[in-house]
């Protein structure tokens, strides 16, 4: 069984961890940890599941998680290449002292936003970018100002999402390995009908019990949760390649264009169409 807690490693001489995560070493299962994460994808690109958010995920990407969020990136292929630079810090790092300074309002203010994980957008994940790429590689009191500079800018900037404000849960590691078997299962054939039955037998679980069970903690009905790892194939699909949208609606395991039409508009806000049209400009 695979637990949910990481430990994180930092080296003696340093306060926090700073290191480039590749393939092997970037396929990590269902997780969380007590330090704060703040996450450049440098390479491939694939599926983000953070807290109850699922979204795509690809290179040059930036998202800082809060303490505790539980996530897992999932690359799109298996023999592909997965990078990330990733930055890990203990909220008290910073000492209460240092944090209650009228300078440091922006910073504490975004580590009170706890459960919470953030994409960024924009300039702000351009500049973040910069910054990551440089404490990579920094020693001594260089990377500390890195860092607060970094956390700084977050702070005191709109230009990001909030794609997950979902409270943590305290698994045991068997809920978790049964987490992972579930989610695994779900990407290997989202493609084709699965229905509650079917999901909950791989667990030994009823169909009731399963269903309490992922609501508790992925924060949303299983079939939900199916429904957005579909439309976002579809959407992929919809971008990167000029099939049909027929053909489409059934490789993303929909057997009804009524049914395929009417959930990509639920999480979409547009019809399968006008999305294609909105990406192809």
């Not at 068997?174 to 299962?185: G, K, L, R």
């Not at 993303?252 to 192809?280: D, E, I, M, T």
């Amino acid at each position: 069984m695979k637990t949910l807690i990481q430990k994180i490693y930092v080296e003696e001489h340093h306060s926090f961890a700073c290191r480039t995560y590749k393939t092997p070493n970037f396929e990590t299962a269902w997780h969380k940890h007590l330090e704060c994460e703040l996450i450049l994808i440098t390479a491939g690109n694939g599926t983000a599941l953070i807290g109850d958010y699922i979204g795509e995920y690809k290179e040059g990407d930036v998202f800082f998680l809060q303490s505790n969020v539980p996530h897992w990136f999932r690359k799109l292929q298996n023999n592909a290449i997965g990078s990330a630079i990733v930055l890990q810090f203990l909220s008290e790092f910073w000492g209460d002292d240092f944090l209650s300074l009228p300078e440091m309002k922006p910073i504490a203010r975004l580590l009170r936003q706890e459960n919470t994980g953030i994409q960024l957008q924009g300039t702000l994940s351009m500049e973040i970018t910069a910054i990551i790429r440089q404490l990579e590689y920094a020693e001594g009191l260089d990377r500390i100002q890195l860092l607060l500079n970094a956390m700084l800018r977050i702070g005191s900037s709109a230009e990001y999402k909030v794609i997950t404000m979902a409270s943590s849960t305290g698994n045991s590691s068997a809920e978790n390995s049964v987490i992972e078997t579930i989610i695994d299962y779900s990407f290997k054939h989202f493609q084709s009908p699965i229905s509650l039955k079917e999901i909950s037998g791989i667990t030994n679980m009823s169909i009731p019990a399963f269903c309490r069970f992922f609501k508790r903690n992925i924060k949303k009905s299983y079939l939900d949760f199916l429904k957005e790892i579909r439309i976002g194939h579809a959407c992929k699909l919809l971008r990167d390649t000029d099939r049909a949208i027929l053909d489409i609606c059934y490789n993303s395991g929909y057997n009804s264009w009524a049914n395929f039409s009417k959930q990509f508009k639920v999480v979409s806000k547009l019809n399968p169409s006008a999305y294609r049209k909105q990406y192809k400009k």
